[in-house]
């Protein structure tokens, strides 16, 4: 049985070449990843949060009625700094007040 050290391993573990692509699951197992080469902007996410935000408005537009609405609005504005600026979010933007014309009136 000769052993010769001058000959390489065929079957020898070879460092990687992209260890940062590569990462490791909690129980031990390599699991490869894709590192993305720049953030993008979150469009879904920040869309589906504007749309909830709408449909909450519209909600609560009904369920006070526009009286109610529109002097829950006005409470906010003579408030602090946050009331203030949660009246400004809770008005009724182009989009919504065609979508509660829409509801009321059944232009649809």
């Known amino acids: 049985m000769d052993l010769d050290v001058t000959k390489t391993n065929r079957f020898a573990v070879k460092p990687m ?3 940062s692509l ?8 390599e699991i490869a990843r894709r590192k993305s080469k720049r953030r993008e902007w979150p469009i879904r ?3 589906l949060f504007a749309l ?8 609560l537009f009904f369920e006070m009625g526009a009286a109610a609405y529109g002097a829950k609005i006005a409470e906010f504005g003579a408030g602090g ?10 008005t009724l933007d182009p989009v919504s007040t065609w979508i509660v014309d829409g509801i009321r009136f059944g232009h649809w």
């Open 45 to 47: 996410e920040i869309a």
């Open 22 to 29: 590569e990462s490791f699951n909690h129980d031990g197992l």
């Open 81 to 90: 700094p946050v009331e203030q600026a949660l009246g400004w979010a809770m």
């Open 52 to 59: 909830a935000v709408v449909s909450f408005k519209i909600f």
């Open 17 to 19: 070449k992209t260890a």
